[in-house]
Every structure is written in structure tokens, then in C-alpha cells.
């Protein structure tokens, strides 16, 4: 039911109202336009508000804790003191969407103590940017308060306009597969982040956090009103247990004008640390191809036997369609031992450390590294999470011996299912993905993989924080409806559903969406709600730093002409330009290859067709282009043999044009700019 809209608004005043409650600080952004004020009222209970443009957008929101250990940590609050201050800093991203990122806020720092019994005290300090607010809780050191047996944090998101939602829903089986809702705020049910909003006057909103480190995961749920609360993964013998001092992850709000500008914000980022590790050039930006899609489809199998993909022999021809074709990795899924019988059920016979008979590891790594290609490694665990910690090691030293440098990891079980062994023969207990035991796991292959100059695209992961800033050989994750279930998924993903991963997921970071099927065909002939320009324009639109060339050998043979896009188009970016869009109907990216003067174009439509006009003003001054153009053909749609209606074509251009490009239902575009002076 839709909360009626006088309804919705007197209730919110009435939330607002409260006599006895007193403003004791506030922050604004650089630019002014967003202001965040804290009260505390007459029970002692704190709460932060947000306005934009003057206008309420977060009404009065509570902070505090449940603690298993402890009394609630929410009232008898005063605030004991206050700090302000400003940082505006450049730094250098090793890879990525830019190659410089501006950190510019102004922060509040707000110091709460209990009045009565203990005295406890926590730390509010909020980040006011131009686009949007940060804020996190800092619990100090003391005697009342050494353990935190966290149950729940109450931190709220009272949101004061009525807006349409575009949502997953959280801690249900799948983890993070699923399409997105989108309904009314009012009809939000328990919701994973990011969670995009667009508001009724038009102002874009995604909340999620930053820098999700040894704690839950938050998820949200709708209370009334409006109001979005933190719900926290659940985990035991309570979500979160953290030795004082502690900080929580940041509490994100990114609020803009458009939502172009939400998928250009760099909040998340910015409220990660700094770069641990030091000089990262070993990780090499690429793309790389795989025996992954044909046992998606059905045509071969993780198992040993007559249908192995992970063969010797089939692997060397994979190496050799990645060195004619210019692309680093070979993905190689089913190498090791442990997918007989049914794998999904028996993680805990997985062995990372040795290949399957019929796959001579050693020798094909030389044979890679002979035509200058790289093996990419697989460690699919089945959530036997600490059988597989087990031998992590040594399974990065082969890797590493090998020359592996990228690794993929897989945690397929239902959500809540993961198993935990803390001692052999003790028991084994059950975790979530998102829950802290897993975020201290998945950071843990993260740091050991650094040690031996390893990156990591982690699959069922743990959702996406900006943790690469800080650890940048966390390269992607999936944690998304990705291509596989274009291969088997019923329904398969349908046309706005990557417009949505834009607007939404995509604001956590990198996806490794595994985009270019060409063939536009999954099993049984299923046919992907696509046109063959669209899976072009998927290496632009969708942001990873390894994509994969995920179609076979021979679907590429069949379309020369859209393969070549797939090797031009480059994965690391000086620049990254959102040109425009809507939630869920269309979007067109456009990004400067780093290190080089192409520029390359992507746009993905949803259900109508339309034509942009897109200004090149990107493009640099006083220079021409070859624009090479791969678009949708006329009568193109998302349907049978409409799907494969495709024109490539070339033109000159300058800053000073603007190209017209028409996207069928279903469709995409995609363009390579090559300076020509
Ligand atoms: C799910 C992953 O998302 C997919 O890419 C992989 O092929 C399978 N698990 C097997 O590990
Ligand atoms: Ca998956």
C-alpha cells in the first residue's frame, strides 16, 4: 500500500516536534548546499538530521547500540564536547575509473557521554562532502565498556521526502542475486546496500557504508514513515564483538542532483584509509577469457571426465585465443580436485594445492607465460570457509610460483550457510557472507594474497565498502545478478537490470559482471534480453579493472566485427564521465583510456527506445577523432533475431559535435575515439 502522502508528511512533523529537544551542533559541506545538524532531547536520546538545498532530506534520526553485555547504549546522552574541521586533499588512485580523486569535506566530531551509571561515552564524527554525508561511531577505551557484544545498532535513516526505492532484498537464500525492486520507499521491506532513492522533487540518494572492517554488514529495514533502520548481519554470540577502542564502518548518504552524479561520487572511496600497501604496479589492469561460459551452458563440465573443460589441451587453446587476441589471463574454473559428485554440498573436499590429473599446471603456466599470458586462478570454496583457510597458503604460494597474479574466489551456498570450524574436530558452526566473521575471512585472502603480489576478484563476496583504496589487489568482487544467469537463470537478467547495477551496486565498486556473449544465447537456446551492441557497451557502463571476454572462441569467430571493440576497449581509466542517465531506463559512460588519448563510449537502454545526444566536449581541445561506432541497427530489439541487428561505422569528430545515437529496447551502444592529429 502506498503511505498517503498528507499522512506521510504530518507524521514526519510530528517526528520533528520535539520541545524539549536541543540542536548542540551542526556541519555543513564545502559548497554549503548540505547541512547536518545533531540534537539531543529531553530523554537524553541523540539524533542527526540532513538537509539539501535548505529542505529537509533526513529527518530526526536516532544513534545508539544494544548491547548483549551491557545496558543500551541510546539515552541519558549529553554531548561533552565538540570539534571541527576541514581536509581537502588530491590522491592518486594505482587503477581505476580516475586517475586522481578529490577528498573534500568538512567534519564534526561530537563526543557523547552517558550521565548517569557508567559514564560510557562514544564519538559521532560525521563528513559533510558536496555530495553527500559520512558518519561513523568511535567508541573509546574504558573501563565501563571493554567488550561490545553488539545486537544491534540503531542507527536510523529517517527519510523526510516521498521517493521511489530501487532495492534487493536482504538475508534471504540467494545472497546478493537478485533483481531489483523498485516501489516506494513505503514499501521497502528488509534491503541489502547500496539502496538507491530518487526522491519526488528529483534529488538522487544511495545509502550503504564505506570501509565495512572487522563488523556486520548493515542491511536496512523499513519501520514507517519512511524511516530506514540498521539492521546488522546476524552472526554469534552477538552480530559484531569488538574490544574497545573501536570504529564502526561509515554510514554513507550520498545525495545529488541527478543520478549522472550519484554514479560519479566518490564518498565511498574517500572514507576508506589510504593505500596499505604500498607500491602496487604488479597488478596489471586486463582482460582475460575462460573455459567459464561453456560450463555455464552446459557444454562442459567442473567435473573430471569426458566433458572436463579444465583439460591440458583445452586450456592451450584457450591460451592461444588470448594471445592472438591480445588479452593477459586465461580464467581456468575446475582445475583442482573436489568438483566430482556434487561439489555445492561438499566444499571440505576441495584441494587448492594440487591439479586434476588431466590438467598439467605446471606446464601450461610455462606454455602461458611463453606467449605472455598469465593463467587465472580459481579457489571455489563452497563456504567450507576454514577448510579452505586451512590450505590458503599454500595454495598462494603455488599460485604464485606459477605466476598466477589474479585469483578468483567463490563462496556458492545459500546465504547464512557458511560453514565455521574454528578448531579441527570442534564443530562446525554456521556464518553469513555479510556477517564480521566473514568480512575479517574475506580480508584475510585479501592481505595473505597481497603478500605474494596477488590480486583477488572475490564471487558471492562480501558487498563492496571501497576496501580497495586501502588494499588495492581487491580488485572486484561479483555480488550482483551477473551474466551466469543469462546462461540458466530463470528469468534471465532482464533489460534494465544492468541500468540498475549502474545506479545502484555499482556505487559500492568494481563488478566483474563477466559481460561480451556476442552469441546473445544462453542454455537451451535461452535467449539473452540483449543486442549484440549492448554487451559491447557493458566494458564501458559496468566498471572492473579485469574484465572478462566471457563468450566462446567460436561465438567471437562468428562476429568479427563486435569482437574488435572487445579488443580495443581499454580497462584502466584516467577519467570517468557519467554523460547521462535515469535509474533503470538508461545510461551512457564515457571514460579516457589512462595513459593514452582514447576516449571510449558506452550507453545500455532499458524498454524504450530513444536517441541521446551525447556532447563530445570530453574530448580534448583542438584535436579530430576517429569515432568508430558499434551501435544497434534499425529494427533492433531485445528479441530473437532482432537482438543481432548491428552497424559498425566510422566518422570524424571534434569536442565541438555531439553524437546522435539511437538504443533500440534492449540495446546498447559503444565507441572507441582515436586521436587523429
Ligand atoms: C559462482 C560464480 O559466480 C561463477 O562465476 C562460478 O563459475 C561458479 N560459482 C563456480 O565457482
Ligand atoms: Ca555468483
Redesign the pocket.
Known sequence: MRFPRLLFAAALALCAFDAQAETVAQATSPDGVIKVELDVNGEGRVAYRVFDHGKPLIGDSRLGFIFRNGREFLRNLKLDAQATSAFDETWEQPWGERHYVRNHYNELRASFVETDHDHRRFDVVFRVFDDGVGFRYEIPEQPALQEAQIMEELTEFAIARPATAWWIPALEWNREEYLYHKTPLQEVGVAQTPLTLRTDDGTHVSIHEAALVDYAGMNLMHGENGVLRALLTPGSPAKVVRQTPFDTPWRTIEITDSAAQLAESNLILNLNAPNQLGEVSWFKPSKFVGV?WS??LGQQT?ATGPQHAATTANTRRYIDFAAKNGFRGVLV?GWNPGWDGDWFANGWGFDYTRATKDFDIDGLSKYAASRNVHLVG?H?TGCAVSHYESQLGKALDLDARLGIDVV?T?Y?CDAGQVERQDEADGPVVREWHEGQWMSNHYLHVVQEAAQRHIAIDS??PIKDTGLRRTYPNWVAR?GAR?M?YNAWGNPPNPPEHEINLVFARMLGGPM?Y?PGIVSLTGRNGQEIQSTLARQLALYVCIYSPVQMVADLPEHYAQHQDAFQFIKDVAVDWDESHVLAGEVGEYVATARKARDSGEWFLGAMNAYDPRTLSLPLSFLAQGKHYRAEIYRDGAGADWHGAARFRFVREAKTVTRDDALSLWLAAGGGAAVRFVPLD
Request: charged residues 40%; negative net charge; proline residues 0%.
Open positions: 567459464w560450463m555455464h567442473w574454473e580459481h571455489e578468483k567463490g556458492v564471487h558471492e561479483e551477473g551466469e566483474d563477466t
